[in-house]
């Protein structure tokens, strides 16, 4: 399974983006993950959306993060709204097939303040 993340750019505090995620190989029977490194920072897991659409998210951005999957396109998507300077960080999605994970390479997301 290859993942390519998308999406990514410079990004005003307080502004949006969306990063989509393509798999090559349907995805409609896994979990899908967004998570991020920051420089300098451990990466965190930023959303979750397993194979019967229901979502999940850590406190930092709930209510503001979106995960969203089109599993007829094998795409996962990852809506960012208000955001904020501590948002910038390389996101990456991840899968897991058989015990086996999956990362695609990231893209980078950047919001000035």
């Known amino acids: 399974v290859q993942l390519q993340a998308s999406g990514g750019g410079l990004v005003q505090a307080g502004g949006s983006l969306r990063l989509s995620c393509a798999a090559s190989?349907?995805?409609?029977?896994?979990?899908m993950d967004w998570y991020r490194q920051a420089p300098g920072k451990q990466r965190e897991w930023v959303a979750t959306?397993?194979?019967?659409?229901?979502?999940s998210y850590p406190d930092s951005v709930k209510g503001r993060f979106t995960i969203s999957r089109d599993n007829a396109k094998n795409t996962v998507y990852l809506q960012m709204n208000s955001l904020k300077p501590e948002d910038t960080a390389v996101y990456y999605c991840?899968?897991?097939?058989?015990?086996?994970?999956?990362w695609g390479r990231g893209t980078l997301v950047t919001v000035s303040s």
């Open positions: 190989t349907s995805i409609s029977s896994y979990h």
């Open positions: 991840r899968t897991q097939i058989a015990n086996r994970q999956y």
């Open positions: 959306v397993t194979s019967g659409g229901t979502t």
